[in-house]
């Protein structure tokens, strides 16, 4: 499995994306073709988001194919929260030679260390049903819990979409802050049946202050990237 770069962009009809519209069809009528061309780059430059580079090691059951379905459904909800993901895949026998020295190279601030792991264990560390982060840059998610909630709300086959939920969860921890729950959304404490269904229909997400405050911890990680 080689290395998965997804990116999410603003999405359509947002009032940036028309301004930004706008200024592309005005460039065409100033400059012609090679004004077009300029602002297709300039275009591509400002809508890039903030990215976050996720190094992934997968210690549980989870197939290959659902953790691929979980990492993009956590592509869908970082994007749109206006956040970019590049997931490395740096499990035993998931290595390519493309991201061998990816994964041998230490941590960064930039990055998010994230390990699936089979089961709640007994730790020092503060439990929840989906897992637990160590600041600044580690985050757990267990899987039999992801699949527990599923077969509960008889959606087992909807268990990457879960598992992608959780992953999401534990590393908007990460970014957001510890003990930074929600009444509602992707950031709820407590999952039961309605948040199972916001999964399963694709609205369980981050509200939009939260977006914000996630856009903003990225950039603040990457502005402060190979500083003493």
Known sequence: MKTSIRYGFSRPGTRSTI????L?????????????????????????PPALTVVVDNYSRASTADLARAEREADRIFGWAGL????LKCSSGQR???????????????????RILPAPVVNKFQNTVFGFVIHPVLASVYY???????????????LPIILGSAIVHEIGHLLLGPNNHSADG?????????????????????????SKVLRAAVQRRTSTAGLP
Not at 24 to 38: D, E, R
Not at 97 to 110: A, G, M, N
């Open 84 to 87: 970019g993901v590049m997931w």
């Open 19 to 22: 301004g930004l519209q706008r």
């Open 96 to 114: 390519t030679v493309d991201t061998q020295q990816s994964c041998h190279r230490p941590i960064e601030v930039t990055d998010v260390r994230l």
């Open 186 to 210: 992707i950031m709820c404490a407590k999952w039961e049946r309605k948040q199972v269904e916001q999964a399963r229909w694709g609205s369980l997400l981050f509200t939009s202050e939260q």
């Open 144 to 158: 039999e819990s992801a699949l527990r909630l599923a077969k509960i709300d008889d959606a087992e086959f909807e």
């Open 24 to 48: 592309l069809v005005i460039s065409v009528w100033v400059f012609g073709a090679s004004g077009y061309a300029f602002s297709q780059r300039a275009l591509s430059v400002l809508l890039l």
